[in-house]
């Protein structure tokens, strides 16, 4: 693959994650929705960083780390929540943190960060676009 079809792959893996997340959304699955959406931010980014950079994609869930080696200049509101949103990958897959996470993914938070996630969704497509 050339650099444009990975960065196609990537790009088509996010948007398929984001429907999944959708889904999810609808169906009352407020975990599984904010772990697959972390899973679009980091494809997104992952994307990123092949258009800005030429190194190798980190393997890494770290959204800031990976928005940090796409070049973006993040500011602190941006950073705090690719932070918090970074934890969502995190808190779904191990045991002892995934019972509390489910507690505090009543549908109010799900759906404020789900908005979030689409919102820094589109940040991060719109950066993929320029130029």
Known sequence: MDKAEKITYWLEAAGLDFKSMQ??????ENHWALFVG?????KTLKALILK???LQIPRTHNLVQLAETAGLKLNEVKSDLLDLITTYNISTRYPDER????????????????????????????????K
């Open 52 to 54: 800005n950079t030429e």
């Open 23 to 28: 889904v999810f959304l609808a169906n009352g």
């Open 99 to 130: 019972f509390e996470f489910y507690k505090k993914c009543t549908p109010e938070f799900t759906e404020e960060q789900s908005a979030i996630i689409e919102e820094l969704y589109l940040w991060l497509r719109a950066q993929i676009e320029q």
């Open 38 to 42: 972390q899973l679009v931010l980091e």
